[in-house]
């Protein structure tokens, strides 16, 4: 059995080569992660799990080590086709309560509407955990609302890439991450 993550930090990248394995593997250089062996897991923030910044959760990494991640993942080799890969948090106002984290991967949404979606996403999925009454077909900005006035979410963040595809048939890969962290932040957090 494994520990619960005490951190967690977002991360994004794009890569573009003639390669399709070689265009993630550069999206991967770009998100600071291609030196993980990346174990893609499901969309559960742990309780007590720490949202820290890109700079310090990379910092954190040792190379080769055993590293998961939610991950969102879009390639494309169309040239001018728009691809994007986003990632989503909600995080409960309660620390001993679960998050969620969502990953969405989209052809033809711009970075703005990946990111709203990946938020809509996270927080509704807390809200249904979480008791909080909204109507599901309301617009995102009414149930957003609704949710910060029930005082139980501390609220969303995310990440998105956005690329348009190559020219000359090469290959565009977009990524985006939530990469768990099991150290404390601080030796009074262990």
């Known amino acids: 059995m494994f ?5 967690v930090f977002l991360t994004r990248g794009i890569g573009i080569h003639r390669q399709q394995l070689s265009a993630f593997e550069y999206a991967l ?6 030196q993980q062996n990346l174990v893609l897991v499901s969309s559960i923030l742990s309780p007590q799990c720490e949202l820290v910044p890109r700079s310090v959760g990379v910092a954190a990494l040792s190379p080769g080590e055993i590293t998961f991640c939610v991950m969102a993942r879009t390639e494309t ?6 691809i994007a890969a986003g990632i989503g948090l909600a995080r409960p106002t309660d620390p001993a309560h679960y998050g969620y984290i969502s990953e969405h991967h989209a052809f033809g949404m711009s970075e703005a509407e990946t990111t709203e979606h990946v938020e809509d996403l996270a927080a509704t999925m807390l809200a249904s955990t979480l008791g909080i009454e909204f109507n599901p077909d309301a617009a995102w900005d009414e149930r957003k609302r609704v949710y910060e006035m029930s005082h139980l979410m501390v609220g969303t963040d995310s990440i998105v890439a956005a690329a348009q595809g190559a020219p000359r ?3 565009t890969c977009v990524v985006a991450a939530a ?3 099991f150290t404390p932040s601080t030796p009074e957090q262990q």
Do not use: S
């Open 3 to 7: 520990p619960h993550p005490k951190r």
């Open 179 to 181: 990469v768990f962290l």
């Open 169 to 171: 048939g090469d290959w």
């Open 77 to 82: 080799n169309e040239f001018g086709r728009c």
């Open 29 to 34: 250089r770009d998100a600071d992660i291609e």
